[in-house]
């Protein structure tokens, strides 16, 4: 199965502070496909007004695990 994992830099705003960068995952198409669906829904998504602003330092970076299923 084809899977992804990206780095996701968070504001205490709970924006995307930066790009996610990819940090696990095999070299293919599927994957490269992947990647670009997830990080296109990561920023459609923002701001995640959800993430509690007193625990910020709990999800400032967050590692993040991606399938097709997603």
Known sequence: MVNVKLRVLMTPEGRLAANPVPIEGRA??????????AI??????????ML???????????DLSFTPRD
């Open 52 to 62: 509690p602003p007193d625990r910020y330092g709990e999800w400032k970076v967050l």
């Open 40 to 49: 296109s829904g990561l920023q459609a998504c923002q701001p995640y007004a």
């Open 28 to 37: 293919s198409m599927k994957a490269l496909s992947l990647m670009q669906s």
